[in-house]
């Protein structure tokens, strides 16, 4: 952690005049992550924060505040264009955009063994506010991000808002609804998973991945990173809001699951491609170093709180689960799914989940959650056809969740993911094949930013959905994210949708709100609004 001062009245001349005196001394408690020599003022080739700014996991005294140097992003060694010393990079962090009451400031050092990245876990901010934090290395001065804290634990807040989003895939479109979110009046986004996506593809949008060929190396994911982070609307609205991050499947490889790739390969050579992208991803997220990676683990599963309000609890559905059954994919008569011996979540994170849910004192308890939770039927009749990626390819460990809910009596239990390329509003059921059976809690399934292109309101996939699965009250197949307004006597989820992203600047709408009452599981309404049109 940093050693940070107090400097009201810290201004941009003071900020750029600071010695490099002072730069060292404070960054002596992070010195020891690195062996490389040291550059107190550094010259670069271009901007180092070419890639921008964002702060994360806001808490009542502080957040994460992230940036790495990379004056050329997209060097093809990984480097970022950066030299192999570690540089002392100073921050602010001010209770104004103009920086005239600085509240906190301090050292990080970036160093070359984490991709001169920079996480700093600034303390003593005051809770639920906002604040704004900018960085400097040498004589550049990144831009100013905003952030907010989180209320204090025991405040009994009447509202929040927040927005849920993923998959955003490079190649298939344009990342404007990540324009449109930084301009949304959110407390803090939740990011799903799919930051990235690991493949050679190269679209036909004029956005090919670099590099051209499905990523392996640290080299190559930090290329990938820097190609994704160079886009202007995602560093937009990580400017604009904290984010709560966890990764699902293509920040490694496609349906990997815990030490197995996609093509059910382990060893050595998984193992060391997992610790690449784990690397990768910590340097390029607004993560606390309690997720810094060893080797190929990394600990993302994690709580947070908003006041007595909500809270999240934020599940990895990649490192601790069993093979997907029957082969993968989709599949008809599949009884491995019913293995009670299978898990989705390991046994410590499963009993970690269900005992905090359990401790919990906020209204709402909300699970940040990476795949389908809800059971999706997608075999017109009697037959059923589930995907066995999803909780349906996991159907006991789900019942064992859905049986701790009730028995714990959680009353208002909330789902929100990601990794379909769809948004379904639906009800948990304790049996969904018996549609009068008790309501556990509600999921709210949100689309991609980019993944799978334009987009439709509907297609056969999702006639079929509502026709065969009744817990599903709402689905359409555009692009956007979501956003809830969280009251204590009630929830209400918008989804906003833009009508294409094969060329820039698409308008965003309201396709519709979602209504939940709390004490009622359950969805209670659904507003449909117009369709966006191209």
Known sequence: MSRFTSTPGFSRRRFLALGSGFSLAAALPVAGLSAAPARAEPRF???PFALGVASGDPEPDGAVLWTRLAPDPLAADGRGGMPGYKVPVTWQIAEDPGFRRVRRAGVEWAVPELGHSVHAEVRGLEPDREYWYRFR???????AGRTRTAPAADAGIASMAFAFVSCQNYPD????AFRHLAGEDVDVVVHLGDYIYEGGGQGTVGRGHL????IHSLADYRV???QYKLDPDLQAEHAAHPWIVVLDDHEVDNNWADGLDGDDVGGAEFAARRAAAFQAYYENLPLRRSSLPAGPHMQLYRR????TLAQFHVVDTRQFRDNQACGDGRQFDCDDRLDPARTMLGAEQEAWLLDGLTRSRTTWDVMANQIMTMQGDSAEGIEQAFGMDTWDGYAAARQRLFDGVEKRGIGNFVVVTGDAHRSVAADLKHDFDDPASATVGVEFLGTSVSSGGNGSDQDEWGRIWLQENPHMKFHNV???????EVTRESWRTDYRVVPYVSTPGAPVATRARVHVTAGRPGIREVEQLAVPQP
């Open 224 to 226: 990938r990173y820097g």
């Open 137 to 143: 290395a040498g004589r550049h001065v990144s831009e």
């Open 173 to 176: 479109g344009h990342f404007t």
């Open 478 to 484: 555009q692009r956007g994210y979501g956003v809830c």
């Open 304 to 307: 947070l709180s908003y006041g």
């Open 45 to 47: 080739s271009g901007d």
């Open 211 to 214: 590099p051209a060929r499905e």
